[in-house]
């Protein structure tokens, strides 16, 4: 899992609007710290033995970066996404990328944020619903990609997608989230789904620590998240902890930069 990621580039990056509560247009992103930044994550997955493949920012599309927005992939399929007003000029560069390599692309017909709410664990998929999401694209997905899906739905716009809250450490047994972001009824639902499952504070949640993306033995993650970085460690996981800075003024962390290629059909 998560060998085979695709990844885009900061080179327009910037906050030409406010949809989520970290953005802020008074608050914009350095150019080459971002640059600096997006190519640590890059050369970290390099390093852990990824696959890297890239699909050009455009210039009409300053959240282009985050390409887990993009769709949602298992196999050959990708159900693409149907994204805020703001960023839908984004949508027909990344069904062109995806049909060009052959994958077969069925279009959202609900508002959907991609694989920034729905994030595979072995035959689960875990769905978030409620913000970016319509709880309508639960079914669309289950009868598409052939998932179990779990919707789940947290608390507030802090969690607009559900990567901020949960994150998929082995697939498929193990996930951190925080307890806090999820309503009730979800952490009923994450506790009975038999996982293994590690909680995260508050704190570090806050500060994107479930942003992450892990292939079953290397964790690549945000810097400021002692706690959750040692539990990854004490379980024989290695962690490499990168600087988030520019990319946490969009609202986005690690996982948001990369859209996973290589979910296995069953
Ligand atoms: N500025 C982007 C937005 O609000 C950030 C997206 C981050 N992606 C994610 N998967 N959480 O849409």
Redesign the pocket.
Known sequence: MNKTLLVSDPHYFRIAYE??P??HTGAQPDKSAAVAEHQAIVSAHLAAGRKIEYVASEPDCP?MV?T??AAVVRGDQAVLAK??PQ?QGETPYHRAWLKSRGFQVLDAPYDF????DALACGDFLLTGYGQ?TDRRMLAVLADHLGYQVIGLRTVSAQW??L??ALAVIESPHTLAYCPEAFDELSRQTLEGLGLDLIEVSLDEARGFAL?LISDGSTVTMTAGAPRLAGELRDRGLTVVELDTTELRK????I??TALTLDNPQL
């Open positions: 949809i989520n970290y953005m959240d985050y887990a927005n994204l805020p960023r944020s991609g694989q920034g970016r607009y997608d990567d901020l942003n969009g609202g986005g962390g996982r948001c």
